[in-house]
C-alpha cells in the first residue's frame, strides 16, 4: 500500500504548538460562542423572576453560582478537561468522536446523528441571537447628539444587515479577516475582565457565589419564580462547551489548555460583576419599569458604553463566524461518513479548515434573517436558545461512555462519570423544555428536518447495501480474455488510454455486473488499461493511502484508495499520482502520447465511468422502504452531481443510468502527491466505508 508522506497539513502541525500567536489564534477561533454568553445570560435570568426588581440579593448569589457552577462543571470539567482527551488525530467534534468509537455499536450512528443535526440548528440560531442582542446595546445610545438606534424596527434591520454581509463575504474566505478576529477577541475577553472587576471590587462579598450551597439553595428557594426551570437560562452561560471541542483540530488542544483558564476568568468576573451592578440597582424604578433592560450594558459606565458596544458587536460577529464555519466543518465531515448527501464544497483559500458550502451558507442566511423577523428582540429568541444544543452535550456524552469503554476504562468509573454529566444534562433538557412552547419549537423543527434527511439519506443507503451484491457482482477474472481482446481490437477506435470505473468492490475479484454490460455490451469501450477504483473513508481524518491489485496483468487494475473522513475525495488528482506511481515502478507501461503540448508526456488520456442507479417499477420492497429508497435517490437529484463530488467536472466523464431492482431482505493542503501504496495486509485493521457506494450502488 502506498501513503502520503510528509505528515498533516502545515497549518495544523502550526498549531499544536503553545505560542503567543497561536494563542489568540485560539481566542478567535474557539471562544467566540462562549464569549458572548456574558451578553445575554443574566439579562434571561433577571427576565425568568419577573425583572430587576423582583430579584432579591439571595436570588442574585444563588443564579450567579448556578452559572459559576455550570460554567466549571460542563465547560472545563467534561470539554476542556475530560472531551479534548477524546481527539480522533487531534480532530475533535461529534462526527470525529463517532468515527472513534462507531465499530463498537451499529446504533451509535443514530446518537451521532442526533447531536449532529441539533448542533447544526444551533449554529443556524445562534448568528442571530447573539447580533441582535449586540445592536440591541445601541438603542437610545447617543453619539455626536444624534441617538444611534431609536427603536427595535431599528435594530432589525442592522442586524439583518450585518448577518447578510457576514454571510456573503464567506464566499471569499476568511483568512485575512480571521487574522484580526484573535486580536479582538483578546481585547473582548480583558475588557469582560475589567469591566466585572470594577465592580467586584466594590463589594468582594459577591464571592459568595463561588459556594456551591448557594447554587442548590436556589433551585428551592421561594425566592426563585421559576424553580429547577432556572437551569433553563443559566444553561445558556456553556453553550459554546461544544463548538470549544468542534474546534479542537483547528488549533489543539494544548492551545486550548492554555488559554482556557485566562478566558474563564474573564467570564466570571464578568457576571459577578453584573452580580453587584444588579444588587445596587435592584431597587431602582426606573430600571425596573424597562421592558428590555440588559445588566451588560447597563452596567458600563457612560464614558466607554460606546466602545462595550462596538467591541461587543465586533464579538458577535466572531462568535457568528465561528458557528458558520464550524457548520460547514461539521456538514463536510458527515457527508464524508454518508450522513448527509454530497454538496458542492469550496475551498476559498489554502488555510486549513476553511471552506465554503454554498448551499448551506444560503439556507443558514435565510433560516437566521427568518428568525429575526419571527422573534423580533434578543429575549424573545433566548426562549428557543439552548434546547438543542442541550441534546448534543447529551449525545457527545453517550459517545464519550463508548470511547472510555473502548481505552478499557473500568466500566463503574465510566459509567459514574456518564451518569454524573447525563444526570446533569438531562436536568438542563428538562429545564429548557419549558422554552418549547415560548420559540424552542423553532430550533426543534430545524432540527427535526436536519435528522430527517440525514435518516432518509444513512437509512436509504443500508436499504440499498443490504439487497444482495453478490447476485449482481461478476468475477473480473471471468471477463479477463475478453478485456484483453478488447484492448487490442484495432477494428475499435480508442474510447481512452484509461478508462477509470468508480465502483464499490467489496472482494479483490469482484464487481457490479452493470460496469461489466458497459464496457462490453452497452458500448465495446477499448482502453489500454481499464481501473476499477474504490473509495474507502477511515476513521483517520487524514488517511490517503490506496491498495493494488492487476490480476497478474499490465491492462487490469484495481485501486482501492483509503482516504480519511476530512480528505477531499478528488479522484482525478490522486489517480494521475496513482498511474505515474505504477509506471515508475514497472507495474503498467508508460503512455507515451503523439499529440501533446506537454514535453514527452508519458501518462495517457482518462476517461471516468460512473453509473448511476434509478428506482425500477419492478422493485419489491415494503411500503415505508420504497418510501426511504425514494426520497433518498429524490435528494441525489437535487444535490452535487457524483463527477462533480469527486473533481471530475472537467474530466472526460460519462454517466450512465441503470434501474435499480430492489428486494426485500429480512487539501487544498498539498495532499494529493503524497498518496503512498502499501501492502494489502497493511489496510485490514482499517475501518473504512466505501464512499462510492453512495449512488453507485
Known sequence: MKDIYNKKPDAHKSLTKVSVGTILITLGVVYGDIGTSPLYVMKAILADNGGIGKVSPDYVIGALS????????????????????????????????????????????IIAMIGGASLLADGMLTPAVTVTTAVEGLKGVKMFGNTLVTDQREVIIMTVIILSILFFIQKFGTNSIGRLFGPVMAVWFTFLGAAGLFYVMQDWTILRALNPIYAIKILFSPENHSGIFILGSVFLATTGAEALYSDMGHVGAKNIYASWPYVCICLVLNYLGQGVWILNNRSNTALAAASEMNPFYSMLPKNILIFGIIISTLAAIIASQALISGSYTLVSEAIKLKILPRLKIIYPTNIKGQLYIPSVNNLMWVICVLIVFYFRTSSHMEAAYGLAITLTMLMTTLLLYQFMRLKKLKPIFAAAIVLFFGSIETIFFLSSLVKFTHGGYVTAII????????????????????????????????FKDQLHTLSNDDSLPVFATNLICLCKSHAP??????????????????AKVYWFVTVNVTDEPYTQKYTVETYDT?????????????????INVFMRQVVNDLMQDGTIPRQPQKYTIIPDRQVGDFSFLIIKDELSPETELPPFEKFIVRARLSIEKITIAPDRWYGLEYADTSIEHVPLMLHSVKKRYSIYNHLKRVPVEETQDMNVDSEIDDSLE
Open 66 to 109: 448556578l452559572v459559576f457552577w455550570t460554567v466549571m462543571i460542563m465547560t472545563t470539567l467534561k470539554y476542556v478537561l475530560i472531551a479534548l482527551k477524546a481527539d480522533n488525530k487531534g480532530e475533535g467534534g461529534i462526527f470525529s468522536l463517532y468515527t472513534l468509537v462507531r465499530k463498537r455499536h451499529r446504533w451509535l450512528i
Open 509 to 526: 475479484t469482484k464487481i457490479k455486473r452493470d460496469i461489466m454490460y458497459s464496457i462490453l455490451d452497452k458500448r465495446p469501450k477499448r
Open 447 to 478: 432540527a427535526l428536518s436536519i435528522l430527517a434527511v440525514m435518516s432518509i439519506w444513512s437509512y436509504g443507503g443500508t436499504i440499498k447495501a443490504a439487497d444482495s451484491y453478490q447476485a449482481d457482482a461478476v468475477s473480473i477474472l471471468s
Open 554 to 570: 499490465d491492462y487490469l487494475v484495481n485501486i482501492q484508495l483509503y482516504l480519511g473522513f476530512r480528505v477531499d475525495q478528488k
